[in-house]
């Protein structure tokens, strides 16, 4: 893949890749865009194919919040793999996941213990995903916290 980005957007910029990924990464939820049935993917091969995206987002979109471990329970995680590999910038990726579990759908400040109890009785392929990746997911938020304070920034 190369890069792109649309006019005016500083893509470059690790910030400004975190923000447009948080705003994007549940874009394939809507019906428009539904393939697969799986978000990340849908999402993200709409945001590559129709919006020339910046590769770094598309990637973080399709790989948020161990997505991998969810296309595995689809049976989609040689496809989410081939096309969008993980990017290989761990605190981004970490960032994106403490974005996505540390709000609620409604866009409220939570932690990510809350944010799982709520997805965790589900019994569904995101209930027995979410099961899987709850420790991975804990130890995201941990360290964007850890990075933050060692940075002497308040969250």
């Known amino acids: 893949m190369s890069t792109r980005c649309p006019e005016g957007y500083e893509c470059r910029d690790p910030t400004s890749a975190i923000e447009n990924a948080e705003v994007l990464h549940d874009i ?20 590559w194919d129709m919006h020339a995206t910046d590769e770094r987002i598309v990637r973080l979109v399709a790989n948020h919040t161990y997505a991998p471990l969810e296309a595995e329970e689809r049976g989609l995680r040689d496809e989410l793999a081939d096309e969008f590999p993980i990017l290989n910038d761990p605190l981004l990726v970490d960032a994106l996941v403490y974005c996505d579990m540390t709000t609620t759908p409604d866009g409220e400040r939570t932690t990510s213990k809350e944010r799982l109890s709520e997805i965790l009785g589900e019994d569904s392929v995101v209930g027995r ?13 941990d360290r964007v916290r850890a990075a933050v304070a060692e940075a002497g920034i308040e969250l």
């Open 129 to 141: 995903f979410i099961r899987r990746a709850t420790p991975h997911i804990h130890a995201s938020v």
């Open 28 to 47: 394939g939820y809507a019906p428009p865009l539904v393939n697969t049935g799986f978000h990340p993917l849908d999402g993200a091969r709409y945001l």
